[in-house]
């Protein structure tokens, strides 16, 4: 079965601070890979997606990157945090099938940013 | 601009009673369709997707979509308690998954 690995499960970093998250899914290949970041009292906000390695597609302009180094691997960062990047990151996949496939979340990185 | 929408709620049912949830869209060009639940505090959990027009069932949940009328909905029947929770719709076009801002549900005893 296919399960999803996302961490840390909470974090406090300061303004201006760098960031990673980190994502693998184990017991598929190829997936489609999914940022998703939700702030207090809003909706899902997809961030990056992914659907092979190196290729990576950007949804926001912000100051967050995303990178794709293995085939079940990825990875959030940014290089200088702000107080807006605060939410609750979610990291999913999705089977390679363009259309009719569901998503799957990890569950989730809050960070908080002080 | 992908847009789904949803009434933010709170929607209030007694114990026992059907929910119905709602959710417009605004690509046509959208594929498939799904309900994701989502307790507070954790990540959210795929409870039903839909690709047809017409209903499906599983359970006490009943999709129902309406390609023409770009509407899908949710129906719990028999709510519990342990119902109470956001329920977020989602539309996948191409290759992303588009949310709503979710329902807040919640069922009294």
């Known amino acids: 079965s296919q399960t999803i690995h996302q961490w840390p499960a909470t974090l406090v970093q300061p303004v201006g601070s760098p960031l990673s998250l980190e994502c693998t899914v184990e017991?598929?290949?190829?997936?489609?890979l999914y940022w998703y970041r939700q702030a207090a009292g809003r909706g899902l906000q997809l961030l990056f997606y992914?659907?092979?390695?190196?290729?990576i597609s950007s949804e926001v302009p912000q100051n967050l990157s995303a990178s794709r180094p293995q085939d079940r691997q990825f990875i959030l960062s940014s290089k200088k945090l702000l107080l807006s990047d605060s939410g609750f990151y979610l990291c999913?996949?999705?089977?390679?099938?363009?259309?009719?496939?569901?998503?799957?979340f990890g569950q989730g990185t809050r960070l908080t940013v002080v | 601009q992908k847009e789904v929408e949803q009434n933010s709620g709170p929607l209030s049912v007694p114990e026992g009673a059907i929910a119905s949830l709602n959710c417009t869209y605004s690509?046509?060009?959208?594929?498939?369709f799904f309900w994701y639940r989502q307790y507070s505090g954790k990540s959210p959990e795929l409870i039903m997707f839909?690709?047809?027009?017409g209903d499906k069932e599983d359970g006490r949940f009943t999709a129902q979509l309406n390609k023409a009328s770009q509407y899908v909905s949710l129906l719990i029947r028999d709510s519990q308690p342990s119902d109470s929770a956001t329920y977020l719709c989602?539309?996948?076009?191409?290759?992303?998954?588009?949310f709503g801002k979710g329902t807040m549900l919640l069922v009294s005893p």
């Open positions: 999913a996949w999705s089977r390679p099938d363009r259309g009719r496939t569901e998503a799957f």
């Open positions: 839909i690709y047809s027009n």
């Open positions: 992914s659907v092979g390695i190196g290729q």
């Open positions: 017991g598929t290949s190829n997936p489609n």
């Open positions: 989602a539309v996948k076009g191409y290759s992303t998954l588009t």
């Open positions: 690509d046509r060009g959208s594929q498939s």
